[in-house]
């Protein structure tokens, strides 16, 4: 081992990176075949962004730790989308960015990398010396793991360059779950105890926690659902309401709102779960690591600092044996969206975005792992597409940037290589993340990707109704089969639900070609979902 570059990347696969992608440059052409020649599997990603929304995908998917590797300046900048969402995700993810030198201060690749970083809410770290380059990729790593941080690694190309220093590998040591306080604990038991229609709502800090909140829900008599990133959690229980909020079916509704006590665990609660706090009539209790999560969005009666699953342990044995029937007294019925009567608006050319969604429900195996870009149309596939479990779906939408679905798709399929892999995106995310269709077809992953087509940024028109200059919003229908194809992908252009036999036929086929569906839509009128947002 001769420089530093590689000493890094050596060590990074000795710290047990499981996955990387990334675009590589000549900044970080050394560090990624270091990251490769030490056992690490890289992906080669078309756009940076997709590079690190596959990552951040790939981790939540898989938990496991993923790498980004760029290239210095317009590499890292091209990331900043991609870093800002995993940042806010919390996703634990290592960006490895190459930096100019110190000295290079003219040089057209240089940014001011920190404050880049820093500024979308990722820590940034540095390697600032082949001396200490094993211990501050040592901490960056801890960083990213120990506090489900989003770092990003520079690597100013002097020291990259620099004979190495080889030093020993101080493995961090994980700390223990959070324990709850044992007054916390009591009061919480005592609050399901008196509570006769409880509702737990599982959050992305929950994802880890199914069977202790199921055994602590059967005890207590609660109705289980689950914010958009945890949707799955609870994906077989009768009791399960899908996910809170604006994708859920009335009946769900009502029932959450019903709730004389709500637990968000692991939940923030925030609008988009809550219906703005509409869903939040009774008592309201959180149990984060993280305080600061208590009643950042709406009331919080309750506060338990601690681990998940830890707390719902902890609360089963302070309950002592202890059951009730609670909210359990009736079946919650049919409790989905698609169960729902409604009027099919498909013409004779134009396909309802309820029709096709409930359509590639039934039609699609149910072994799937669902990702979802952003825009009017995303509650279809949310609501409609069953999925097994919370690896079944990924939600890369704390950002709510569009284009970021694609990419979503491949790191969760990587995640999953076992799962039939679903794209959902509207044909804006779409052609803005088109550049990763390639990656795609070059990987050979047997993805659905359905567009929902409504050639327009449908999410702008029903904001600002029929009444408005609409022309930059609205675009020339598209042949977006036939632009697959060019991909190398089998394209298939829906326009009534008889047009589904195509995907009947390509799931009995190799599936050696991913499958694009251009939907063509009938206009919605805006969806339910964001008329009231916007109300
Ligand atoms: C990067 C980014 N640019 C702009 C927006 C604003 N925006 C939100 S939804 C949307 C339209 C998305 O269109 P499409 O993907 O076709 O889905 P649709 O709303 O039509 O269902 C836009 C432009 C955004 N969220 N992210």
């Known amino acids: 081992m001769t420089s530093t570059a590689e000493l890094v990347g050596a060590t990074l696969a000795e710290l047990g990176v499981a996955q990387a992608f990334g675009v590589v440059g000549s900044g970080n052409f050394v560090l990624t075949n270091a990251l490769r020649a030490g056992g690490v599997p890289y992906v080669a990603a078309r756009h940076e962004c997709g590079a690190t929304v596959m990552a951040d995908a790939y981790a939540r998917m898989s938990d496991r730790l993923a790498a980004v590797s760029l290239h210095q300046g317009c590499g890292l900048t091209n990331a900043l989308t991609g870093i800002t969402e995993a940042a806010k995700s919390r996703t634990p993810l290592l960006v490895l960015a190459a930096d100019t030198a110190g000295s290079a201060v003219t040089a057209n690749f240089r940014i001011d990398q920190d404050a880049a970083v820093t500024a979308v809410g990722a820590v940034s770290e540095r390697v600032h010396s082949p001396a200490s380059a094993v211990a ?28 190495a220093v080889p030093s020993p590998v101080a493995f961090p040591i994980a700390p223990q779950p959070v324990r709850p306080h044992a007054d916390a604990v009591t009061a919480l038991a005592a609050a399901l105890r008196g509570s006769r229609r409880p509702v737990f709502v599982a959050g992305r800090g929950a994802r880890h926690a199914g069977p202790e909140l199921r055994a602590l829900a059967d005890a ?126 498909s013409t004779s050319d134009r396909i309802d ?91 050979g992953i047997p993805m659905v990707v359905v567009v929902y087509d409504d050639a327009a940024y449908g999410a702008e028109i029903h904001h600002f109704g029929a009444d408005a200059d609409l022309s930059t919003v609205t675009f020339p229908d598209t042949d977006l089969a036939a632009l697959a194809t060019g991909f190398g992908c089998t394209g298939l252009t829906v326009r009534t639900e008889a047009d589904l036999t195509g995907v009947t036929a390509w799931l009995s086929g190799p599936r050696d070609r991913p499958l694009l569906i251009d939907a063509k839509l009938v206009s919605d009128g805006g969806s339910w979902w964001l008329a009231e947002a916007f109300r």
Not at 282 to 311: E, I, K, M, S, Y
Not at 358 to 380: K, Q, T, W
Request: glycine share 10%; aromatic share 6%.
């Open 353 to 443: 975005p309820h029709t096709v969604s409930a359509r590639l429900d039934d039609l699609l195996p149910r072994e799937r792992i669902v990702s979802v870009d952003s825009g009017n149309f995303m509650g279809y596939p949310s609501a409609y597409l069953s999925v097994p479990d919370e690896h079944g779906f990924c939600f890369t939408q704390a950002f709510q940037s569009i284009g970021l679905g694609l990419a979503t798709a491949i790191g969760a399929a990587l995640a999953h290589p076992d799962r039939l892999p679903v794209a959902a995106l509207g044909d804006g995310g779409f052609l803005m993340g088109v550049a990763e269709l390639e990656t795609v077809v070059r990987l």
């Open 220 to 345: 207590v008599g609660a109705l289980l659902a689950t914010s958009a990133v945890a949707h799955g959690l609870f994906a077989d229980s009768e009791w399960s309401l899908g996910i809170s909020g604006g994708f859920a079916s009335a009946r769900a509704t009502s029932l959450i709102a019903d709730a004389d006590l709500v637990v968000g665990w692991g939940c923030a609660l925030n609008k988009w779960t809550t219906k703005r706090g509409e869903l939040l009539g009774g008592t309201v209790a959180q149990v984060d690591v993280d305080p600061a999560a208590f009643g950042a969005h709406n009331r919080c009666d309750l506060g338990v600092v601690g681990d998940v699953a830890q707390t719902a342990a902890d609360v089963l044995t302070a309950l002592d044996g202890y059951t009730q029937d609670g909210y359990r007294t009736a079946p919650v019925g049919p409790a989905r969206l698609r169960d729902e009567p409604r009027t099919d608006r």
């Open 136 to 163: 501050d990729t040592v901490r960056a790593y801890r960083t990213a793991v120990h506090e489900r941080r989003t770092v990003v690694l520079n690597l100013p190309l002097d020291v990259q360059a620099a004979r």
